[in-house]
Structure formats: C-alpha cells, structure tokens
T-cell receptor
C-alpha cells in the first residue's frame, strides 16, 4: 500500500513568492495533519482535518499560511508571501480516524517537503 | 499541560549492543498513549511502537520494546542488537483522551558505531 505522498520533496524559492505544498493521505484515512519541523522549535502541528473539515488551525503561524482539503485524497498548504523564516521541513500525516476515544490511533507521516526561502 | 522530556540529545552505541532511549512525560489525564517515532537522515518519520496507559504488559515490536514505568511517568525505548541502520533521531510522543493532539519530545539522536 502506498504511504502518505508529498510533493515537492524539495522547494527553493525567493522571499515574497507563493509556495504550495501538496499531500495525498493514505487511502481510507479520514484525518490529515500538517506539521512543520525546525531545529529551534521541533515538530509543530499547524492544522488538522477530519473528513475534509479543518478542526484545529491554532498552530497556523499567521494569515500568510492557508490549508485546504477539497476531497479525501488531497490537501494543500499554501504560504503567500513566503519569508526566510518559513524555511523548514513540512510534513503531512494521516490517520484512520483522529478521535479522543481512540488513543492508540497513530499518525503515518509522509516523507516531508524541505522548503528553503531565500 | 502535557509535556514530553527526552533528556539525551545524543547517544552512542556499539553495533549489536542494546541501547535505551529515555522518555518522561507529564500529564494529569488518566488515559493516554505513548508513541515512538524514528527519523533517519532521509527525513521521513517512521512509527515504531505504541504503549497505552492501561496496558498491563510492556509493548514489544521486533527489536523494539518499551520499558513503561507508569508511577515514574517514563516510557523508555529499548533497541536490542543495534544495527547501523538504527542511526537516526528518535522522538517520543504522547496523546491523551483529553488532549486532541500529539505532543512530541525534542528527540534523541542515536549513532550506532561499527
């Protein structure tokens, strides 16, 4: 079975440009998560969706960041305009169903997108 | 508030030896789960093992086992017979029935020496 697919794997862009990161979750998974990983802050949850609906976006840094999930098999994370401090590895993860009553449910991560904003 | 502590920024182990990576947690929730992930240099996050707070036995998955000490709030990962491919960052994470999200620790970088 295919795991979580992310594209692109690497992105280099200039400050002020728009960046779009893409994610395809594992088929049958109903929950999708976007994380950012930096040396200084570690892994941070940006936003997550249940059944294509955003549930918690409190981790989204600011209005420059937006995420969508138009259907069960695709999500995007957009940064506009990008800034050098956005340079990080962005992970997408999915799980069967992210529910408080199912603690043992784990998340499966994609390979990540390494973003460098010059 | 929930918190995960991994006090070992880096660890070295000789190939074929066993190694223990420490993880302590803080939560007031009675029901929670603890997870370990491996992140090799290629960058992906790989799920290794899970331990539930009410599980009676320590979790095991192949060469990975969890030394779960609930009273001490620790969930240390034990890797037996280390291999060169075990060199990676290892993250401990937790979620509870009250908290909605994963809480990750800062990670431990393990280096396996030939």
């Amino acid at each position: 079975d295919a795991g979580v697919i992310q594209s692109p794997r690497h992105e280099v862009t200039e400050m002020g440009q728009e960046v779009t990161l893409r994610c395809k979750p594992i088929s049958g998974h109903n929950s999708l998560f976007w994380y950012r990983q930096t040396m200084m802050r570690g892994l941070e949850l940006l936003i997550y969706f249940n059944n294509n609906v955003p549930i918690d976006d409190s981790g989204m840094p600011e209005d420059r960041f937006s995420a969508k999930m138009p259907n069960a098999s695709f999500s995007t994370l957009k940064i506009q305009p990008s800034e050098p401090r956005d340079s990080a590895v962005y992970f997408c993860a999915s799980s069967t169903s992210w529910d408080r009553s199912i603690i043992q449910e784990t998340q499966y991560f994609g390979p990540g997108t390494r973003l460098l904003v010059l | 508030a929930q918190k995960i502590t991994q006090t070992q920024p880096g660890m070295f182990v000789q190939e074929k030896e066993a190694v223990t990576l420490d993880c302590t947690y803080d939560t007031s929730d009675p029901s929670y789960g603890l997870f370990w992930y491996k992140q090799p240099s290629s960058g992906e996050m790989i799920f290794l093992i899970y331990q539930g707070s009410y599980d009676q036995q320590n979790a095991t998955e192949g060469r990975y086992s969890l030394n779960f000490q609930k009273a001490r709030k620790s969930a240390n990962l034990v890797i037996s017979a280390s291999q060169l491919g075990d060199s990676a960052m290892y993250f401990c994470a937790m979620r509870s029935s009250y908290g909605q999200n994963f809480v990750f620790g800062p990670g431990t970088r393990l280096s396996v020496l030939p």
